[in-house]
């Protein structure tokens, strides 16, 4: 006869915790973690500060002038009232085209623009891959120069 029965232990994970115990090492564990949180942002807010102050100013070079214009030029773009209808129906998709990534056509697009019936250029001025360049698109805007058109600017949110 065997009167040896085996004790079923439970495991560590599986116990019951009482819920007054479990509160207040909730507790003291979110006391812990922002004391260690708010120590490690002071280091690095002194560490940044120590950065900052070492760093020179730097002067960014301004963007060179790669095209022919003159600031006393006096030729000037002078925008006519819109008119909603005329930009919905004689509409023109020219991606780009003031910002130079065509630059290789961009006399050719310019004489095609000039010739064609459209009265909005939408997305002429581009800022996707980088700083438009004002100077080459007023050139491009001399070249064109039809009394009234719209030109349209994307500003992305790609630029740096």
Known sequence: ???????????????????????????????????????ISSRISHIASD????????????????HRYSPEEKW??????LSVQ????????????????GKKYADDLAE???RSECYYLHRALETWLVPPDFYFAKEMM????????VYGMFIAEALN
């Open 1 to 39: 006869m065997n009167l040896y029965t085996p004790r079923k232990t439970v495991s560590f994970w599986k116990k019951p915790v009482p819920f007054f115990e479990a509160v207040g090492l909730l507790i003291i564990l979110s006391i812990i973690l922002t004391t260690v949180v708010l120590i």
């Open 142 to 149: 001399q070249k064109i120069d039809r009394p009234n058109i």
């Open 112 to 114: 095609l623009i000039k």
């Open 86 to 101: 005329k930009m919905k129906t004689q509409g023109c998709v020219t991606d780009g085209f003031l910002s130079s990534y």
């Open 51 to 66: 950065v900052s102050a070492n760093i020179s100013n730097t002067k960014i070079p301004p963007h060179e002038k790669r």
């Open 76 to 81: 000037q773009f002078r925008p006519r009232p």
